[in-house]
């Protein structure tokens, strides 16, 4: 292990100390709120919230659509730790280091991580404001935080990835759904770019060949993490716009918030009859 890794892990090991000491019990859930997402944080009862540049080693955000927190508390009657706003790889950072977070609270004993995004839809039969339950991903992003050597307390080295999605929270998800009358929810593959550019008309064409659904900057390194610290994921992508490439209209950045605050409530409801009726155990 070089000096660098063996640094990364005492940071890992410092913060995890830092917010063992500012929490009565460990989360069951860890919540990641991509763009435009970040109003469920409003919802926690009971909260401790830390901004990130008080918590020791968090990187610091740099998107002014994510507010920055980490948010301790209940949520539909569950322990949860919501990170308001996420980090990115065309930030600067590299996966290792924009997956700090999940990887410090995978440690405090989590069982779950419920990611969610703000994406592009490729998929023709997609709307803007569909609700994308992520059955499995492609990861084009240029980086994998689990490269080099492995901390074999942490997890595996070649971690399984044949079901990297629970199979068992997205037929909950389907079936919470239902049941709360939440509309245009579907399942399909998300793909992660690098970014910051938006995707061109021919890689759209190319992304949609390759079987992806959605697309997006991010999630999959956080994921990867998740799963080789053994927690069970469940993934919702808000689609916020839909790329016809033969037809293709600008992509605003203005437009894809706009669309994800709209869709925001439906999402809110979701997770939280999705959090009410799931089953969590704390591993640590």
Same mark, same amino acid.
């Given at each position: 292990?070089?000096e660098?890794?063996?640094?990364?892990?005492?940071?890992?090991?410092?913060?995890?100390?830092?917010?063992?000491?500012?929490?009565?019990?460990?989360?069951?859930v860890?919540?990641?709120l991509?763009?435009?997402l970040g109003?469920?944080?409003?919802?926690?009862?009971?909260?401790?919230?830390?901004?990130?540049?008080?918590?020791?080693h968090?990187?610091k955000?740099?998107v002014?659509?994510?507010?920055?927190n980490l948010?301790f508390?209940?949520l539909?009657?569950?322990?949860?730790?919501?990170?308001?706003?996420?980090?990115?790889?065309?930030?600067?950072?590299?996966?290792?280091?924009?997956t700090?977070p999940?990887r410090?609270?995978?440690l405090?004993?989590?069982?779950?991580?419920?990611?969610?995004?703000?994406?592009?839809?490729?998929?023709?039969?997609y709307?803007?404001?569909t609700?994308?339950?992520?059955h499995d991903?492609?990861?084009?992003?240029r980086?994998n935080?689990l490269?080099?050597?492995?901390?074999?307390?942490?997890?595996?080295?070649? /971690?399984d990835?044949?079901?990297?999605y629970?199979?068992s #929270?997205?037929d %909950?998800? *389907?079936?919470?759904?239902?049941?709360? $009358?939440?509309a245009?929810?579907?399942s399909?593959?998300?793909?992660?770019?690098p970014?910051?550019?938006?995707?061109?008309?021919?890689?759209t064409?190319?992304?949609?060949?390759?079987?992806?659904?959605?697309?997006?900057m991010?999630?999959? /390194?956080?994921?990867?993490?998740a799963?080789?610290?053994g #927690?069970?994921? %469940?993934? *919702?992508a808000?689609?916020?716009?839909? $790329?016809d490439?033969?037809?293709?209209?600008p992509i605003?950045?203005e437009?894809?918030l706009?669309q994800?605050?709209?869709?925001?409530?439906?999402?809110?409801?979701?997770?939280?009859?999705?959090?009410?009726?799931?089953?969590?155990?704390v591993?640590?």
């Open positions: 292990m070089t660098l890794q063996k640094n990364y892990r005492q940071r890992v090991e410092e913060t995890v100390a830092f917010l063992r000491a500012k929490i009565a019990s460990p989360p069951e860890i919540v990641v991509g763009t435009g109003a469920l944080a409003d919802r926690v009862e009971q909260s401790l919230t830390l901004p990130y540049e008080s918590i020791p968090f990187p955000s740099t002014t659509s994510h507010a920055g948010i508390g209940m539909a009657g569950k322990r949860v730790a919501v990170l308001q706003g996420r980090f990115h790889y065309y930030e600067g950072y590299s996966t290792r280091e924009l700090f999940m410090v609270l995978s405090l004993g989590a069982g779950v991580a419920l990611v969610s995004n703000a994406s592009g839809g490729l998929n023709s039969d709307a803007p404001g609700l994308m339950i992520i991903h492609l990861n084009f992003i980086d935080p490269r080099g050597p492995n901390v074999d307390e942490w997890g595996p080295r070649f /971690p990835c044949s079901q990297i629970d199979p #929270l997205i %909950l998800t *389907i079936a919470c759904a239902a049941r709360n $009358n939440v245009h929810v579907v399909g593959t998300y793909v992660a770019i970014g910051p550019s938006l995707e061109t008309p021919a890689e064409r190319f992304l949609r060949m390759c079987g992806a659904d959605a697309v997006g991010s999630t999959v /390194p956080e994921v990867l993490v799963v080789h610290a #927690l069970r994921v %469940l993934g *919702i808000m689609v916020s716009n839909v $790329n490439p033969d037809n293709f209209k605003r950045i437009e894809i706009a994800a605050k709209a869709g925001e409530a439906e999402f809110i409801r979701l997770v939280e009859a999705v959090l009410a009726e799931m089953q969590v155990a591993c640590g």
